[in-house]
């Protein structure tokens, strides 16, 4: 098995409709419905935006302006109050859905929970207000690291209630990590736990944050507010600390949600890009909420009676749109599993499919190729017969996953949902329309209504059919990031800048390489740029160069992404060490356990080589493709005339 090339996904034929039965009853109904859609969109996108954000959400006032485009900074529904907690919880309370689940939580070990949407809407009522009492006012960044629990959401819901803007930092990141961005987004006040489940083990949540706050290394962290989950012991810091289950008590349950401008900081995410820093990616209120619903309504058809799984981390952008904002603002019922597939409970997922009836499952391929490989025993031992669409997101999938997904887990009755999106795009922005696309394993068909995306060169020519190119997106649209935290300047350069404007149009482009076949379907092929995706995570090569130069062994770092059968890629570093270091085993481990320390497992080199020299051209930048190669195991292609010194290729080819 392995990642898709343009080869083997250029003979990709098969065709799948939608089975006639979803169709009938899906929110879109056939591919005129979806043209007709896309049309009006592309013919108007104010008027076609502007019609969804007054039948779809609550506003307290109505915007003035649509959409005010200076590019590349968009402000959409300016003027409009509007509040994003209101709209997941208290506008569903005047309904019948007061006491339906909003949340159901599965828990490790053994643990279960339903929230009620008038339950949620107390726990989040309450922790706003305990929020408030120690002192977070509107506009104040929360540092969110949890693990996967029901105040997860609740803590972002209560941050949005009052307008303090939250940063999720996955539970996963190391102390390092954390600091930085809590640092970076110069955070009042961290939400944490005492620790969490991660497969068998507890992770030391609470320890972590002990350590990005010791020695007053972010001191703008006035307060620490720790909900229990684990129990084990940990150290209170006195007038820091604060258990969250003490301090509910003291509060009332009744806290209005505060008008936001539309345009208000809802949240900023930190994700990587090609320098050493994760960049903060901003997103705000009113079009992220818009945007987050309706691609969440229509590409996975949701309705009133699924119960819909996203099996991603709240810590990530999947997270954060699908499964606590845009299903709790349609009012649908979210799944939360704290536990994760693992050597001595391989089968949980569909476990949890079973115990729940889940409608609407969906996960990452890196998973479902580790499903694979587990055989079809396992989902075949569960009775899987709820499920009813399944969808994937965070990298290319392979047409063989896609066919095992729909045939094993789907029973060849479900349609296969393949969104492409990203942190920046706050929600799908390639995506079949399951009741009325025809689908391709291995393509993400089609943009969502609204979403103009072509494939250009880098003069934003568009490129023939089947012909690679970039990836880039014409329009503003609700959903998009608005800046990168406190760096506009960064913004620009990011994202509008790598293709030429076109005619006068800006061109949003964010690091994909893609292209479009005959009929119009298009197939992302993945990064262009230094960031390699290792199951579903977005990871900076530099960000993995720098924590490997922090340690006093090395002298010069390069990472790159090396092809893996389930993970899709994994990190291969070449390390040229200091004069007095010599390379051993211990070493080795050594430098992968730093790089843990410094960002997180899922930084954590699947293998380092070390090495003499670089392979560098002659102005003295590294070859990072001949490295590519190499440690693929590939023969080096291409031109290597520039190289400096071609004893250094030899050597390193003998080394690999
Ligand atoms: O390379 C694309 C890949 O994931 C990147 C975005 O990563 P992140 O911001 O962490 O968000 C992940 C979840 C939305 C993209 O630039 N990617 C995401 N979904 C797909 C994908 N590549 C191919 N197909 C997808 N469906």
Known sequence: MSQPTIESVLKEKRLFSPPAEFSQNAHIKSMEEYSQLYDKAKADPQQFWAELAEKELDWFEKWDTVLDWQPPFAKWFVGGKINISYNCLDRHLKTWRKNKAALIWEGEPGDSRTLTYAQLHREVCQM??????????????????????????IAMLACARIGAPHTVVFGGFSSEALKNRLLDAEAKLVITADGGFRKDKTVPLKQQVDLALANNGVPNVENVLVVQRTKEKIE??????????????????????????????????????????PKGVVHTTGGYNLYSHMTLKWAFDIQDTDIFWCTADVGWITGHSYIVYGPLSNGATSLMYEGAPRKSNPGCFWDVVEKYGVNIFYTAPTAIRAFIKMGEELPKARDLSSLRLLGTVGEPINPEAWMWYQRVIGGDRCPIVDTWWQTETGGFMLTPLPGATQTKPGSCTFPFPGIIAEVVDLDGNPVADNQGGYLVIKHPWPGMMRTVYKNPERFRRTYWEHIAPKDGQYLYFAGDGARQDEDGYFWVMGRVDDVINISGHRLGTMEVESALVSHPAVAEAAVVGKPDEVKGEEVFAFVTLEGSYDPSDDLVNELKQHVIKEIGAIARPGEIRFTDAMPKTRSGKIMRRLLRNLASGQEVVGDTSTLEDRSVLEKLRGGV
């Open 128 to 153: 706003a207000n305990v929020l408030k009492k120690l002192g977070v006012q509107k506009g104040d960044r929360v540092g969110i690291y949890m693990p996967m629990i029901p105040e997860a959401a």
């Open 236 to 277: 209170m810091e006195s007038g820091r600390d604060h258990w969250w289950h003490e301090l509910q008590l003291t509060v009332s349950a009744d806290c209005p949600a505060e008008p936001m401008d539309s345009e208000d900081m809802l949240f900023i995410l930190y994700t990587s890009g090609t320098t050493g820093k």
